[in-house]
Antibody
Framework: QVQLVESGGGLVKPGGSLRLSCAASGFTFSDYYMSWIRQAPGKGLEWVSY????????YYADSVKGRFTISRDNAKNSLYLQMNSLRAEDTAVYYC???????????WGQGTLVTVSS | SYVLTQPPSVSVAPGKTARITCGGNNIGSKSVHWYQQKPGQAPVLVIY???DRPSGIPERFSGSNSGNTATLTISRVEAGDEADYYC???????????FGTGTKVTVL
């Protein structure tokens, strides 16, 4: 069965960096676009970034452009999010999700909490 | 950026029907997807491509989309349906997914 497992979250000071990972299993990872979505405490869902199956196409939300970098390693069935220059407003649960055929997000990981605070 | 508007809350008695709307400019021309999120859990896709159900999602969940409004309908509501629900479309003008504001469904 499809599994997505995020890791790498934690407490970081403003201006700091963190790298999130998402380990995928149960499907052919290299066939699918993947995405990161976040959810601030008590708030709604916010798309962060997505990457094409080959990694050649990447998009970012304006709120993270220039600070976050999405990448993938198809040989390791893994998705990454490098987060630099973190701000308090980046505090959220970060989910990785698989993109379905209709631009839906058909499978989600359980999420990893990132807290940016001094 | 494309804006999707949902009512903040919907209350429904057990066994009745809940309807959750998602408003957007000419949303009927887009594919709408719906997610259910229970407290402390990740979102789960319950409707994709306006009205299709992923395997494992009960037939009580259905969707429709026309004009400026998409609707998620939950028939014969159960206590376990209490959750936040989000609609989502692909914004082709900016090439990214857009989420609705979310609706909290309370089962009375």
């Amino acid at each position: 069965q499809v599994q997505l497992v995020e890791s790498g979250g934690g407490l970081v000071k403003p201006g700091g960096s963190l790298r999130l990972s998402c380990a995928a299993s149960g499907f052919t990872f290299s066939d699918y676009y993947m995405s990161w979505i976040r959810q601030a405490p008590g708030k709604g869902l916010e798309w962060v970034s997505y990457i094409s199956s080959s990694g050649s196409t990447i998009y970012y939300a304006d709120s993270v452009k220039g600070r976050f970098t999405i990448s993938r390693d198809n040989a390791k069935n893994s998705l990454y999010l490098q987060m630099n220059s973190l701000r308090a407003e980046d505090t959220a649960v970060y989910y990785c999700a698989r993109a379905g055929a209709y631009y839906d997000l058909d499978y989600w990981g359980q999420g990893t909490l990132v807290t940016v605070s001094s | 950026s494309y804006v999707l508007t949902q009512p903040p809350s919907v209350s429904v008695a057990p066994g009745k029907t809940a309807r959750i709307t998602c408003g957007g400019n000419n949303i009927g021309s887009k594919s709408v997807h719906w997610y259910q999120q229970k407290p402390g859990q990740a979102p789960v896709l319950v409707i994709y491509y306006d009205s299709d159900r992923p395997s494992g999602i009960p037939e009580r969940f259905s969707g429709s989309n026309s004009g400026n409004t998409a609707t998620l309908t939950i028939s014969r509501v159960e206590a376990g349906d209490e959750a936040d629900y989000y609609c989502q479309v692909w914004d082709s003008s900016s090439d990214h997914p857009c989420f609705g504001t979310g609706t909290k469904v309370t089962v009375l």
